[in-house]
T-cell receptor, first 114, second 113 residues
Framework: EPEVTQTPSHQVTQMGQEVILRCVPISNHLYFYWYRQILGQKVEFLVSFYNNEISEKSEIFDDQFSVERPDGSNFTLKIRSTKLEDSAMYFC????????????FGEGSRLTVL | GESVGLHLPTLSVQEGDNSIINCAYSNSASDYFIWYKQESGKGPQFIIDIRSNMDKRQGQRVTVLLNKTVKHLSLQIAATQPGDSAVYFCAENISQAGTALIFGKGTTLSVSS
């Protein structure tokens, strides 16, 4: 069964460092998302991406965040200068069609900022 | 502010019982709702969804009920199994606002044999 894959599964970084989280969405999907989940809390929307541009973004997704689809398969989330409060599980999700429908989530990348 | 939430953070049931997980939402403009299951260390997994033009939808062993009058959503799991143990999230969407899902805080379902 096709799945969304994410790397790394866990990254530890120092405050102020840049991190890139990588995702390979399901191959025929066109809509891509990043969500995050701070430990023990709810899942929060960050950004959606379609046709090589951001469709929507939340207040969390400030200038320190960026997304890119550098080739036909990868979808990346970059945090330019990490803060302690960026520590969370970051989930990539994809959808074959427009609309909020059934999102297919990856298993997440845990980011720990020290 | 938070617009989707769950009534109880935890629910413990015996194997074979029926489980009901509740969710309240505050935005009357929400027109799409979805339930996800999250097992430990994994990403959310789709269970069932419902649009606001319906009040009930059934899947395999699961039923979602939507009461728009009181802005309430519930997930019923029939004959709960140990494998159903997980955190359950409801999420809402306002289709006119885009495709982002707004998640509630989650209910941890524990099923004992």
């Amino acid at each position: 069964e096709p799945e969304v894959t994410q790397t790394p599964s866990h990254q530890v970084t120092q405050m102020g460092q840049e991190v890139i989280l990588r995702c390979v969405p399901i191959s025929n999907h066109l809509y891509f998302y990043w969500y995050r989940q701070i430990l023990g809390q709810k899942v929060e929307f960050l950004v959606s991406f379609y046709n090589n541009e951001i469709s929507e973004k939340s207040e969390i997704f400030d200038d320190q965040f960026s997304v890119e689809r550098p080739d036909g398969s990868n979808f990346t989330l970059k945090i330019r200068s990490t803060k302690l409060e960026d520590s969370a599980m970051y989930f990539c999700a994809s959808n074959p069609k427009e609309g909020p429908g059934e999102l297919f989530f990856g298993e997440g990348s845990r980011l720990t900022v020290l | 502010g938070e617009s989707v939430g769950l009534h109880l953070p935890t629910l413990s049931v015996q194997e074979g019982d029926n489980s009901i997980i509740n969710c309240a939402y505050s935005n009357s403009a929400s027109d799409y709702f979805i339930w996800y299951k999250q097992e430990s260390g994994k990403g959310p997994q789709f269970i069932i969804d419902i649009r606001s033009n319906m009040d009930k939808r059934q899947g395999q062993r699961v039923t979602v009920l939507l009461n728009k009058t009181v802005k309430h959503l519930s997930l019923q799991i029939a004959a709960t199994q140990p494998g159903d143990s997980a955190v359950y999230f409801c999420a809402e969407n306002i289709s006119q606002a885009g495709t982002a899902l707004i998640f509630g805080k989650g209910t941890t379902l524990s099923v004992s044999s």
